[in-house]
């Protein structure tokens, strides 16, 4: 639908109002029976209740690789999908009474599977007739009471988002992600659920949604002049005592948000990445937080509020369905009111259950269909390729990637002012089990080598920029001296940088000297044969994350856009190879940059 104020803030207003859990009542739970100690020779009613929670879904509903085309598997031997996750939600609920319970979820729901992209771009949700979301129809299947923004929710544009909102019986939740002209909340801030107790008043718990600050950065071209996206910490400080106010005797945070404190993009936005356990810290009147964005597991994490000392409970279920959190509350009813006595946390793992066929059944025709596509044969390749080097070697896979970028972006500035300037690429290895065989090539094997949404801009940098950005890249090295053993598993990563934010440049070639420390590890940097003239100019074929200051990368984000282009750059890699239906890998595959240490070559 057309994008205009009345449709894009339509269902936002901020209410309140709760809604009792749905469900029979069955027979209550031995810990949510009134007990406790003597008081005033009366007992104390007691009650206790749960909230499960999820975090980074990406599209996962089966237990299925759309990659591979098999089931997901990994070295721990995880499972994945919303179909597990049915199995455990439905078994804490028969443990606990499902009036003693809620389900939740902090974000990152509709990307990151080729089932998820399909419904968002190749028969989306939001055309004619259009169909319901898989993740819409799974969580709506399961019973989840909320969820919060996450930044891949944005990936699609504001009206796939605003689609999904509407085919989801659950509120998606944004404090955080305000109007740009209003600044009033875009989405619905927080939800009250009455949780119904064996005997005495309701239990009124509150539900705080807290997304990114990120997305202003990482969709920019989606959410510019829209929404702004101000820090978790101050809109947590604005919203929790309304909550209190407004009766709540519990206050849950879903944040989209890790606990580590940093941010990857660094100081281009005043707000932190993963500011959730500075929300515990800094803002009083919160029992709990389930926390997300940062793809780790946490089962407990306590922290102290600094006002009131007391400890505040976060959780972080693994990615994907992988792990399933339980927030379990004791409360007591004291002066009145009920009130927090316990909170704990632990997580359930989802490989120790079946699928739950409820689901499987329900998407079962979806899953077929976007498997039949992902399979479709478009093209030949005259050799294979695979990621599994690409960390730390020159590898085809990765030329491949640049190729295409630096060919697209060549031909778009064609006839223009820039059009005899050289283009050089950038490209991560995002997935070390990618790779294109020899012989037929299907869309699920290119898909494989770029599943992020990202599009391609032309960036225009000097020698001596692309020099930092080089430098800055190599920081993704661990320091190794000359003559000490090398273990590939153990080079990469230095300080947790993810492989993503490691680039790998074509057009140029140079040296990475990793006994030597971080930005002077760039060596024998040359252009055509000769040493960089750091006052040339070039194209940066970049993708739109780096380019909007994603990994926080020097240059790129301020330097002159040249040309953009909307689709992504999946679709472009896709889209040259069914145009000429063979990857000559001889044509773009060469050894441009090495790892080096003191000169001589670690491989």
């Known amino acids: ?42 007992r104390k009613k007691r009650y206790s ?45 028969a443990e606990k009474g499902r009036r003693n319970t809620l389900l939740i979820d902090a974000g990152d729901t509709i990307q990151g599977t ?96 807290l997304t990114n600050p990120g ?22 400080a604005k919203w929790v005592p309304r909550l209190r106010s407004l009766g709540a005797d519990v206050v849950i945070v879903s944040a989209h948000s890790g606990s580590s404190g940093t941010s990857s993009y660094g100081d281009q936005l005043p707000h932190i990445e993963n500011a959730a356990a500075l929300v515990a810290e800094q803002v009083p009147g919160i029992d709990a937080i389930l926390v997300g964005h940062a793809h780790t597991e946490i089962p407990e994490y306590r922290v102290v509020n600094k006002k009131t000392g007391k400890q505040v409970v976060l959780s972080e279920p693994l990615k994907w369905g992988q792990r399933l959190t339980l927030f379990d509350f004791d409360l007591v009813w004291d ?41 479709q044969v478009i093209g030949t390749s005259t050799a294979a390729m695979g990621a599994a080097e690409a960390p730390f070697k020159d590898t085809p896979v990765i030329d491949f990637i640049n190729h295409v970028q630096a060919e697209t972006v060549r031909a778009a500035l064609a006839g223009t002012a820039y059009a005899k300037l050289p283009v050089l690429s950038q490209a991560s290895c995002f997935s070390r089990t990618a790779g294109v065989p020899a012989g037929k090539v299907t869309i699920r094997e290119v898909a494989g080598l770029y599943p992020f949404e990202n599009t391609l801009e032309a960036r225009l940098l000097t020698g001596a920029q692309l020099r930092a950005y080089l430098e800055f890249s190599a920081r993704y090295y661990v320091r190794t001296p000359a003559g000490a053993p090398v273990d590939p598993a153990k080079l990469t990563n230095a300080d947790a940088i993810p492989d993503y934010n490691y680039d790998a440049v074509s057009g140029l070639s140079y040296e990475i000297d990793i006994a030597k420390a971080p930005g002077s590890r760039i060596m024998n940097l040359s252009f055509d044969g000769k040493p960089l003239d750091d006052s040339a100019e070039f194209v940066l074929a970049v993708n739109n994350y780096r380019a909007s200051g994603g990994g926080n990368f020097p240059h790129v984000a301020g330097a002159k856009q040249l ?20 990857v000559d890998v001889g044509r773009f595959a060469s050894v441009d940059w090495k790892l080096t240490r003191d000169g001589v070559p670690v491989f």
């Not at 659950?170 to 909340?185: M, Q, R, T, V």
């Not at 969709?219 to 809109?235: C, H, I, S, T, Y």
């Not at 359930?348 to 409820?358: F, G, P």
């Open 49 to 93: 209740f749960t909230v499960m929670g999820t975090t980074d879904l990406h599209g996962h509903v089966f237990n299925w690789d759309y990659f591979t085309d098999a089931e997901f598997d990994d070295k721990a031997h995880n499972d994945v999908g919303l179909a597990k996750i049915s199995t455990l939600v439905d078994q804490v609920r």
């Open 563 to 582: 040309w953009a282009n909307s689709d992504e750059i999946r679709n472009t890699i896709i889209g040259w190879v069914k145009a000429r239906g063979t």
């Open 114 to 209: 080729q089932l998820s992209y399909y419904y968002a771009k190749v028969d989306p949700i939001t055309g004619a007739n259009g169909p319901v979301h898989p993740m819409a129809r799974a969580m709506n299947a399961i019973g989840y009471d909320a969820a919060a923004l996450g930044n891949h929710e944005f990936n699609y544009g504001i009206p796939t988002l605003r689609k999904f909102e509407e085919q989801c019986d659950f509120p998606l939740l944004g404090a955080n992600a305000l109007d740009a002209k209003s600044l009033k909340p875009a989405f619905r801030p927080y939800v009250i659920k009455k949780v119904c107790t064996p005997s005495g008043r309701d239990v009124r718990v509150a539900v705080l949604g």
């Open 1 to 42: 639908m057309p994008l205009n104020r009345r449709n894009f803030l339509g269902r936002t207003a901020v209410t309140g109002a709760g809604v009792a859990l749905a469900g029979a009542v069955g027979t209550v739970p031995a810990e949510a029976a009134s007990s406790g100690a003597e008081s005033s020779g009366r």
């Open 215 to 236: 997305i202003a950065i990482w969709d920019k071209a989606n959410v510019q002049g829209k929404m702004v996206f101000p820090g978790l910490e101050e809109q947590a």
């Open 335 to 375: 002066r009145g009111a009920w009130q927090v006595e316990s909170v704990s946390a632990k997580v359930l793992n989802s490989n120790t259950v079946a699928e739950d066929r409820k689901i499987t059944r329900l998407l079962s025709a979806e899953h077929r269909k976007v498997v039949a596509y992902v399979n």
